[in-house]
């Protein structure tokens, strides 16, 4: 079986601050893990993905997520957050022949 | 744009009525899933189909159904609405059931 948790369904930042959002997963066999991001009236969009290469995962618009096996995590971070990076955040977890589980969502607020 | 495509854009129906969403997956992507999104209750899978044949079924309810049809276009119906079904409803499809779920821009629809 698997699930995902995201920590806070809300998180805000000031511009040029870092971003940390938190996810972990369990699974019975080696995962696939994604972030994806929803902006306002629009679909998810695929942000990062981890498939077992490397574990820190490089995404668009600057994001990227670290797999630790150990902590179960997949924490997103971004070094310096911009306005256009509020949005809504969603972790998910699935494995070969598994379906896709997401996370709760965190909404992501960037103050100017 | 994911590839994916959502029809209508908008719906405005009264209660008691019943409707059809349309999906057209992306070229080649066999699975199609639909998904409900509400600000009460976040982000919820609904049903996943794969060439055709319903796969998983999440938390859908009885009054409404869905269909995938041989050129892979999927079809959500809704009946016997109630206000609470306004949502956003989205589809997504994927090349294989772990693999990243590419989202259409969605159908949002009100029930008065």
């Known amino acids: 079986a698997q699930s995902v948790t995201q920590l806070g369904s809300h998180v805000s930042v000031s511009e040029g601050a870092l971003v940390l959002l938190r996810c972990n997963y369990s699974?019975?066999?080696?995962?696939?893990l994604f972030w994806y991001v929803q902006y306002p009236n629009q679909g998810l969009q695929l942000l990062l993905k981890y498939t077992s290469a490397a574990t820190l995962v490089k995404g668009i618009n600057g994001f990227e997520a670290e797999f630790k096996k150990s902590e179960t995590s997949f924490h997103l971070t971004k070094p310096s957050a911009h306005m256009s990076d509020a949005a809504e955040y969603f972790c998910a977890v699935s494995a070969p022949s598994f379906k896709t589980i997401f996370g709760a969502g965190t909404r992501l607020f960037v103050k100017a | 744009d994911s590839g994916v495509t959502q029809t209508p854009k908008h719906l405005i129906t009264a209660t008691g009525q019943r409707v059809t969403l349309r999906c057209s997956p992306r070229s080649g992507d066999l699975s199609v899933y639909w998904y409900q999104q509400s600000l009460d209750q976040g982000l919820q899978f609904l049903i996943q189909y794969y060439n055709g044949e319903e796969r998983a079924k999440g938390n859908i309810l009885e009054r409404f159904s869905a269909q995938q049809f041989p050129d892979l276009h999927s079809e959500l119906n809704l009946s016997s609405l109630e206000l609470g079904d306004s949502a956003l409803y989205f589809c997504?499809?994927?090349?294989?059931?772990?693999?990243?779920?590419?989202f259409g821009p969605g159908t949002r629809l009100l029930v008065l």
């Open positions: 699974s019975s066999v080696p995962p696939y």
């Open positions: 997504a499809s994927s090349s294989r059931l772990e693999e990243t779920q590419y």
